[in-house]
């Protein structure tokens, strides 16, 4: 599974990606806002970071206006994913983005029915929201297993990148569920190393070592 991190602090991406272990970055408009700054600037500083796709989200809500923006966002680096909402238009322009050859992310999933749709369209991968589902008393894990199945069934390409993720259970969840990617904010992914008992045995470990004198 890959490990996508859910964020536009450009401090929080150099912190993960020290450790090698990181595939690539989503960002969405709220995320974006929250940083205060240009969104090109902070699109070509994440690309030079992370060497991996790097979601960028239209704020278009007209599929001819998406496409445009699409395009302009996609030439800004060859990493970039553009990301279109699931509505009817989002839909038409992943559609013609698609057939450009650029790659989209489809997001705001929240049904397998809106994920078949996305798959049809070309989408490179599909952001079904399970903390948000979560939120509301639905199963967002159960439609993970649901679009993994459905997409298997009919070999869609379309990767599924499990999104709004809220706890580290959520990521354990998402690769037994078979999800090609989990996109999770940085304390998730900071907290995905921690294990007490990790912690108790370096310290006898050392403890021991040092004890005995040992060089
Ligand atoms: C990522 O692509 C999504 O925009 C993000 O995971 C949404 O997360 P949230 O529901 O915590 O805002």
Request: with cysteine.
């Amino acid at each position: 599974m890959k490990f996508f991190l859910d964020t536009a602090n450009v401090k929080e991406i150099y912190e993960a990606a020290s450790f090698g272990v990181l595939d690539g970055v989503t960002t969405n408009p709220s995320l974006v806002a929250k940083e205060g700054r240009s969104f090109k600037e902070m699109l070509q500083e994440i690309c030079k970071i992370v060497d991996g796709p790097i979601s960028a989200e239209v704020v278009s809500v007209e599929a001819d206006a998406m496409v445009k923006e699409g395009r302009e966002l996609a030439n800004i680096h060859k990493n970039i994913v553009v990301k279109c909402p699931l509505i009817p238009e989002g839909i038409k322009a992943t559609s013609k983005l698609a057939a450009e050859g650029i790659r989209v992310n489809v997001t705001l999933c929240f049904s397998p029915t809106q994920a078949l749709l996305a798959a049809k369209a070309g989408a490179w991968c599909i952001s079904p929201f399970i903390g948000r589902l979560d939120d509301v008393s639905s199963d967002g894990m159960a439609l993970i297993r649901q679009i993994v199945t459905i997409y298997k069934n009919y070999d869609y390409k379309t990767l599924v990148l499990v999104a709004s993720v809220r706890h580290p259970q959520h990521v354990v969840e998402s690769a037994l569920a078979g999800g090609h990617i989990c996109t999770m904010p940085y304390n998730i992914f900071q907290s995905l190393f921690k294990h007490p008992l990790t912690d108790v045995g370096l310290k006898k470990f050392l403890d021991d070592w040092k004890a005995k004198g040992q060089q």
